[in-house]
């Protein structure tokens, strides 16, 4: 019965140092173009196919990864994961997830277009 009692005990104590050790992130949502994170601003600036092809050609090339430009802060926030980010490169989006600061990594929840205006 004590072994039970130990053994439970213990598995509390490192759950709870696992999950003190993990940072927490900002959930949250950020808007810009999808860009690499080595060029970042300098194409968001481009047309959207010019900012679309030069992200592709950078992350398949030259080993950059998807980016979002946030505009307003003026941070490139590498977006993760990459697949859902390919679909949009160049794109003006809304992205929703989870931000890690000390990585400036935007977990992805979702993606989206804005709307076109009338």
Request: positive net charge; proline residues 3%.
């Amino acid at each position: 019965m004590n072994k039970r009692f130990g053994f439970v005990g213990l598995a509390l104590l490192v759950c709870a140092g696992i999950s003190l050790a993990m940072p927490a992130g900002k959930t949250g949502s950020w808007s810009g173009v999808v860009v690499d994170n080595l060029c970042g601003a300098k194409d968001a600036a481009k047309s959207s196919a010019d900012a679309g092809a030069c992200a592709k050609k950078c992350v398949e090339g030259m080993g950059a990864k998807y980016a979002l430009y946030d505009s307003a802060s003026k941070k490139v926030y590498v977006l993760d994961p990459q697949d859902k980010a390919a679909e949009h490169a160049g794109h003006k989006v809304n992205v929703k997830g989870t931000l890690d600061e000390a990585t400036e990594t935007i977990t992805v929840t979702s993606i989206t277009m804005p709307k076109a205006s009338n």
